[in-house]
């Protein structure tokens, strides 16, 4: 699986766009990029993915490059309760089973 | 409502004792997994099952053991062999329907052997 590279930390204002940044610079034209995030002593949760279309759902955005080497997940409207570390995650698509790769993270600070 | 539930969310053992977590999931899902996660990282694969009566071994699977007898259930024992079972342990399932790669997490257990 390519390796990802997230910034550990960032802060966004309430009401205001975040956009978490994600760099995947290895990789293979097969791999999707997946997001997850995870609030504080639950588990996580799958938020969106994509392959080099941007996409979009009632959760987020998710913006890559046309080279793939990177991407953004856009929160248009942060809450408090998008307080989360978010995971991005590259992977083949799987016919039975995945193992998921999750990394360390960017833990995102919504503050009031 | 579908969803995934372990069971307890805490749990406290002493040192030599084994301990069976619960898994179960109504989401007709054929694969099923288990995670680590210690205080801040992320989250590390214990052993994983893609169809009743089989599993595989994880990233980190010495000191714990699973059994996969009905397509809905998936525990994970952690036996006295682990040598550090304080964490918080995970479970998740996911099925071709969605993507395998789409995986639903249960609210988690967390374990502490003093």
């Known amino acids: 699986d390519a390796k990802t590279t997230q910034p550990p930390s960032m802060d966004c204002a309430e009401g205001r766009a975040a956009n978490l940044p994600c760099n995947h610079s290895t990789i293979s034209g097969n791999e999707y990029v997946y997001w997850y995030r995870q609030i504080h002593s639950q588990g996580p949760q799958y938020i969106i993915h994509?392959?080099?279309n941007n996409e979009t759902n009632e959760m987020a955005s998710l913006i890559i490059t046309e080279d793939r080497k990177s991407s953004t997940l856009i929160l248009p409207h942060a809450t408090l309760r998008d307080t989360a570390v978010y995971y991005c995650i590259v992977r083949v698509q799987e016919t039975s089973g995945s193992r998921l790769t999750f990394g360390e993270g960017t833990q995102l600070t919504v503050n009031p | 409502d579908g969803g995934i539930t372990q069971s307890p969310k805490y749990l406290f053992r002493k040192e030599g004792q084994n301990v069976t977590l619960s898994c179960e999931q109504n989401?007709?899902?054929?694969?099923m997994y288990w995670y680590r996660q210690d205080p801040g990282q992320g989250l590390r694969l214990i052993y994983y099952s893609q169809i009743v009566n089989d599993f595989q071994k994880g990233d980190i699977a010495e000191g714990y053991s699973v059994s996969r007898e009905k397509k809905e259930s998936f525990p994970l024992t952690v036996t006295s062999a682990q040598k550090n079972p304080t964490a918080f342990y995970l479970c998740?399932?996911?099925?071709?329907?969605?993507?395998?790669?789409?995986?639903?997490f249960g609210p988690g257990t967390r374990l502490t052997v003093l």
């Open positions: 998740a399932s996911s099925n071709r329907d969605f993507s395998y790669n789409e995986q639903f």
């Open positions: 994509g392959l080099k």
């Open positions: 989401l007709n899902h054929d694969a």
